[in-house]
């Protein structure tokens, strides 16, 4: 199942992906006077199956009696496919070929560190670009997002606890990431995680470690891998943060990024993003991300 998070008067609201179009999940209920259907995506999240087969039927129902509710994708303010998650995990250097393209050394271990919920944006959302950065960079990653409390789960059982997926652009400012030994500060500007267009339930996707993932810049294709070249697979991920912290519904994990970035381009070719410029992430099972950057007002 393909989840949406849209706004309307001012509040996000829950919708459904199908062939039809997006079913707006309130409207579609209150038509069909059934109770207990989850109209928050975070509601679905914990709800797991459960929350997924009430929504099925849901969206059979519309569909067969062209019931109220159903939207135009392309009409709508989507939000992040994720509202509010308790915790931003990401994990840097996780893919061979871009730790490569860096010069740096293959991690034995995967590399954390975190954002915040300032950085969640949506698809279609302008990105400021920091007055204080002038090396802002796009990278495109596949995220993992929590459906069930893990603690020291293992690598076999890991995926269990995964509810889906979905597409962000991690960007960085490089100039900040790299100012001191510690990532965050060029990880954490506002708007600097947009995410969606669509959850998609685990089910959907299967192996998560075998999609393409993509992203261009004005068209231009930048990178062009699979995530099968992650040092450090999903299934090891999610094992391994659960041995040091609670994982918990809601929580998303940002695995990292193949090569194609521009930092990993000698200094002479580094062209950062500026001003205008279009980024669409893209991957495979999960649909397409794009952001428009925009030079900060504030």
């Not at 707006?24 to 928050?40: E, F, I, K, L, Y």
């Not at 279009?278 to 007002?297: D, H, P, Q, W, Y």
Request: charged share 20%; hydrophobic share 40%.
């Amino acid at each position: 199942m393909k989840l949406v998070t849209f706004e309307q008067a001012g509040a996000y609201k829950l919708g459904v992906k199908t062939d039809k179009g997006i079913l707006d999940v309130a409207a579609a209920q209150a038509a069909s006077g059934r109770q207990g259907v989850p109209t928050d995506v975070h509601e679905v999240i914990e709800g797991g199956a459960a929350a997924i087969a009430a929504l099925q039927e849901l969206v059979d129902r519309a569909s067969e009696n062209g019931g109220e509710g159903w939207l135009d994708e392309s009409k709508l303010q989507l939000g992040p496919c994720v509202t509010r998650p308790n915790k931003i995990i990401c994990v840097g250097l996780n893919y061979r070929k871009h730790a490569e393209e860096t010069n740096a050394p293959i991690p034995q271990y995967p590399i954390l560190f975190n954002k915040f919920n300032n950085t969640l944006a949506a698809q279609g959302d302008d990105i400021p670009l920091p007055k204080v950065s002038s090396e802002v960079d796009y990278e495109a990653e596949l995220v993992i997002v929590i459906g069930k409390t893990a603690k020291y789960v293992s690598k076999e059982d890991a995926l269990s606890h995964v509810f889906g997926y979905c597409c962000v652009n991690d960007l960085s400012a490089r100039d900040l990431q790299l100012r001191t030994h510690q990532w965050l500060l060029g990880k954490s500007c506002d708007k600097f995680s947009p995410l969606g267009p669509y959850l998609v339930s685990a089910d959907e996707v299967g192996n998560p470690n075998e999609l393409a993932i993509k992203a261009t810049v004005n068209g231009e294709v930048r990178q062009n891998s699979n995530t099968s070249d992650m040092i450090f697979h999903c299934d090891e991920i999610v094992s391994y943060i659960s041995h040091h912290m609670t994982l918990v519904p809601g929580d998303i994990i940002l695995t990292g990024t193949p090569e194609g970035v521009v930092l990993g381009l000698p200094p002479e070719q580094r062209v950062y993003l500026k001003d205008g410029d279009i980024v669409t992430i893209e991957i495979e099972k999960l649909g397409s991300l794009t952001n428009r950057m925009v030079a900060e007002t504030v």
